[in-house]
């Protein structure tokens, strides 16, 4: 299954928020990426380290820049998550969540991390979470629907993959996945239908 979470965030326009931007500028943005099929890149995640440490001092200033705080642990956490450390990934994302609670995207990319390192029951509450603070985040959706799937609850999976595709129609990973859980229930006509919807948004899920 095609894993989701969300790409590296700009925290503020203060002037120390450049080291974050300066991040964000060398390692892109990593949406809809098979985070298990992904090749580790330490001189990469040694500068994602680097600029968010160099934000995380500065903005330590003060409450007015806890955003800013919350965005670099953010950012890290999601590096890290992407080079497969869902124990270190955990760490940062919990520490964006005590900087600012109110932290969508950081409680759904912790609750991604759970589902990957086996805790579903914590990653579907964090992203019940994530949900109730954004109700409109797709990718909340999908990785709840992904724990779902883990957990067997594959009539919640389609539901929650379903509802992220009305909220963002353009969501190849959406499809994807649905397409996957639709398979396991042995709906191959469903299965082929959001597997061709898929390929035809984005040509990363054709088959190999």
Do not use: W
């Not at 992904?38 to 200033?61: F, G």
């Not at 389609?158 to 509802?163: G, L, P, T, V």
């Amino acid at each position: 299954m095609k894993r989701c979470f969300l790409p590296l965030i700009a925290a503020s326009q203060a002037k120390e928020s450049f080291f974050l931007v300066f991040g964000i500028v060398a390692l892109g943005c990593f949406a809809d990426t098979n985070v298990a099929g992904l090749e580790t890149n330490s001189s990469r995640l040694d500068i994602a380290v680097r600029a968010s440490d160099k934000t995380i001092t500065n903005s330590s200033l003060g409450d007015k820049s806890k955003f800013q705080s919350a965005a670099a642990y953010y950012n890290r956490g999601a590096e890290l998550l992407r080079n497969g450390d869902t124990r270190r990934a955990i760490i940062e994302f919990t520490r964006a969540i005590k900087d600012y609670p109110q932290f969508a995207l950081a409680y759904s990319s912790r609750g991604a991390a759970k589902e990957q390192d086996g805790d579903v029951d914590g990653a579907i509450t964090d992203l019940d979470h994530a949900i109730k603070i954004d109700p409109r985040s797709a990718t909340a959706y999908i990785n709840r629907g992904n724990a779902k799937t883990d957990k067997g609850d594959y009539g919640g999976a389609i539901a929650d993959h379903s509802r992220a595709i009305e909220i963002d129609p353009r969501s190849p990973l959406a499809f994807y996945n649905r397409g996957v859980v639709k398979q396991k229930q042995r709906d191959l006509d469903g299965a082929f239908a959001d597997f061709n919807e898929a390929t035809e948004l984005d040509q990363y899920y054709a088959p190999s």
